[in-house]
């Protein structure tokens, strides 16, 4: 088969497209000089969303497109080796594995993976690969990010995705409520652009964090007192936000005028309020107040302030979603949003920031074990079948595994796994385990650009393009639809993933369902069954792109949600109290330190494109853990030193920081580095209705007087 159009361009001409790393959706130009590989970038001055300016990792994004790691032709594996194929050869391998274990077994014996660093169209089509064959085993690493939060906002206001947009956030928001969020870090330009500007133009931010990091530092600023940072021990948003609500509930009883609550939003848009006031009718908060590890003071002075002002703001991020309570974590935000009626307008609402560029495309199109494209659920007889009536095949109709359900049961009833793009190896927790049931699989094929750790226990390897080689679709954090366009390829005998799975759908199923023309083509059926993209066609994308949802051909989509009503049942916003869980796993005698995790500016997830930039790794070579000064001096532990941080899932070695940018009894590290990753720690305890793992809380122990490794650092 040829290779499918992806709108290369001119080599002399600079290409507009979409930085490959966090879900701002910052625009960046690429240029393609005179040999293929010598791609540069370029900054776009009018971009819709950056406005021109651009953080330290979209700079150096094209460092790795023609990095010498790059996997330039296909492998099979052959023993403990690998060895060069035929693509003939590959597609041939994979279809002959999947065919079997269909056969022998069923097709729920099959597991697939989506990818948020790939494109709509893709996603798209893996997930439909995957319904084809017979399972709803689909699902991508939002689950390992934001599932919790999809759940409680798709649940209580109909959709899981931001209800505003940044640009409405930074004009109309006197408050932004920061809670298990780092922008500063994570989303720098969105920080940058849009809240710090908000901030410097009289708005207030309350940050909710137990770590202080960059966006703590990114609104100091001189002469005003609009920022207060609540420094709440791990695992404790619950109680917190239970003394911001009854704190709320009890000032509107002193004084009904006083507009501490909204009665006629709560009223006419929700239900749900007396289940919250009874919940909260025994609540404790000065004993919260004492688990939160925070003066009630000082929260219920960020409560005035939240419910005191016009327009309020919640941002939410993974510090709230990646608990065992995630979904109730979520909800209590929403809880806060609905009674002060702080929902439907500009400059309101409950915003979760994205992290990788197409996390929140990737769901939008079904690429997940419950929802079709559009979150229509599979067990929704009249949405499966309005959808079955453009594919012309039966779907599942019961929910798959999500994926860290289908790696836990790798060896046992899951026998094959289809990976494009993801690295659950060094993404999912307990990584040791994880690694040790990939090994039991009987096969695995894995579709990438570089040998990541997840590769590596693969039976076939493909070769993709990059980002910039490549055209489509991304859908960034306040979902708006842009088109990536790419310049030409790299590798000659690499393929975009579009190509690779047209290939193996067509081989499999012997039908043209899986041909397309070009990845427009793609597109334009992706539309006939999302609803919420049915507005939108390449043409009226455009540079802008569209906020949806956009319902009808000519609409401009809605940069703010839930107007008039939401999208629930009944069209009320759910309010339902919840009560505080701890962490699973809480410190004791032999762990008696709580491991937290979060991200880096310089890094990005696994570390498979970041720890290949050098731009990116001159900042941070490796791996360090935070450690608070009085548990520094308890443990005998010097500034800069190696120790050995320790759970009940494994060990890592890696540079202390004495900082008290963390609580005491809290220690702080991140995911990025394969030699030293949090991963190998953390808890694969999971959020019951989300099926999110908790990665935020785990009990770790330290070990002092240990050497750092030797070597380079492994290649991730």
């Known amino acids: 088969m040829g290779g499918i159009p992806i709108m290369a361009s001119e080599q002399s001409e ?21 040999e293929p590989g010598d791609v540069r970038f370029m900054p776009w001055g009018k971009a819709p969303v950056n406005e ?61 993976f989506g990818s948020s660093k790939v494109m709509n169209e893709e996603n798209y089509l893996l997930q439909k690969l995957a319904r084809r064959y017979g399972t709803n085993n689909i699902d991508n690493c939002t689950r390992m990010c934001h599932a919790s939060t999809v759940w409680a906002l798709r649940t209580s206001l109909g959709a899981g995705a931001m209800t505003n947009s940044m640009r409405d956030l930074r004009e109309e928001a006197d408050l932004l409520w920061i809670q298990g969020a780092n922008p500063g870090e994570q989303h720098p330009i969105a920080n940058s652009q849009y809240f710090r500007q908000a901030v410097l133009e009289g708005a207030t931010v309350i940050q909710v964090d137990p770590h202080a990091n ?23 948003d619950i109680p917190l936000l239970n003394i911001v609500l009854k704190t709320i509930l009890e000032k509107h009883e002193e004084n009904p005028d006083d507009g501490w609550i909204d009665e006629e939003f709560i009223a006419e848009r929700t239900e749900g309020f007396d289940d919250l006031k009874e919940t909260l009718a025994e609540f404790d908060k000065e004993e919260a107040a004492e688990q ?148 039991e699989l009987e096969f695995m094929v894995v579709q990438d650009i570089f040998m990541t750790e997840t590769a590596e226990f693969a039976d076939v390897i493909l070769p993709a393009t990059t980002w910039a080689e490549r055209g489509g679709t991304v859908t960034n954090t306040d979902r708006r639809v842009q088109r990536m366009r790419g310049v030409d390829k790299v590798h000659e005998n690499t393929k975009h993933d579009l190509e690779i799975l047209m290939e193996i759908g067509s081989r499999l199923f012997g039908e043209e369902a899986f041909r ?133 899932r494994g060990e890592i070695t890696l540079k202390a920081q004495v900082t008290t940018d963390i609580k005491e009894g809290s220690v702080w590290t991140t995911p990025h580095f394969a030699e030293a990753s949090a991963n190998v720690l953390t808890n694969d305890v999971l959020d019951e209705r989300a099926k999110i793992p908790e990665y935020k809380a785990a009990a770790a122990e330290i070990d002092v007087g240990i050497e750092p490794a030797e070597g380079a650092p492994a290649d991730d």
């Open 14 to 34: 600079p290409v507009k497209t979409i930085c490959p790393y966090c879900g701002v959706g910052c625009g960046i130009k690429v240029q393609q000089g005179e």
């Open 52 to 112: 021109g300016r651009i953080c330290i990792k979209g700079g150096a994004a094209t460092e790795v497109v023609d990095h010498e790691d790059r996997l330039t032709e296909p492998l099979i594996r052959e023993g403990d080796e690998f060895r060069e194929a035929s693509w003939e050869e590959a597609y041939d391998r994979i279809t002959e594995e999947m065919e079997r274990i269909s056969e022998t077994y069923q097709p729920d014996a099959m597991g697939f």
């Open 214 to 236: 960059k966006t703590t530092r990114s609104f100091e600023i001189e002469d005003t007192d609009r920022h207060q940072h609540l420094q709440l021990n791990p695992g404790t």
């Open 292 to 439: 939160c590890g925070i003066p009630l003071e000082e929260i219920e002075r960020a409560a005035e302030k939240y419910a005191k002002a016009d327009n309020a703001a919640i941002f939410t991020g993974m510090g709230m979603s990646q608990h065992a309570c995630g979904v109730d974590n979520v909800q209590n935000e929403i809880n806060l949003a609905l009674i002060t009626g702080n929902l439907g307008r500009p400059g309101t609402g409950v915003n979760p920031l994205r992290g990788q560029n197409n996390v929140q495309g990737t769901c939008d199109v079904g690429a997940m074990p419950n929802v079709l494209p559009g979150y229509q659920l599979v067990d929704d007889d009249e949405a499966r079948e309005s959808v079955e009536d453009v594919w012309g095949f039966e779907i599942p109709d019961e929910p798959g595994l999500t994926n860290v359900e289908i790696s836990n049961a790798a060896g046992s009833s899951i026998h094959g796994l289809y990976i494009m793009g993801e690295n659950p190896v060094m993404s999912e927790p307990d990584a040791n385990e994880v690694r040790e049931r990939f090994e």
């Open 516 to 648: 397309f023309e070009d990845v427009e083509a793609v597109f334009e059926e992706l539309r006939q069954v999302c609803p919420s993209y049915y507005g939108m066609t390449y043409e009226l994308l455009g540079e802008e792109g569209l906020h949806w949802p956009c319902y009808e051909i000519g609409d401009e989509g809605d940069p703010f949600l839930y107007e008039d009503s939401f999208d629930t049942e009944n069209g009320l916003g759910q309010i339902e109290g919840v009560v505080h869980q701890p962490p699973k796993e809480v410190p004791d005698d032999e762990y008696p330190l709580t491991l937290t995790t979060a991200r880096l500016e310089e890094h990005y997830n696994t570390g498979t494109m970041s720890r290949r930039s050098p731009t990116l790794m001159r900042q941070h070579p490796e791996n360090f853990v935070d450690v608070h000064p009085n548990d520094a001096e308890r443990y005998d532990i010097e500034d800069g030193e190696y120790v050995t941080l320790k759970s009940r």
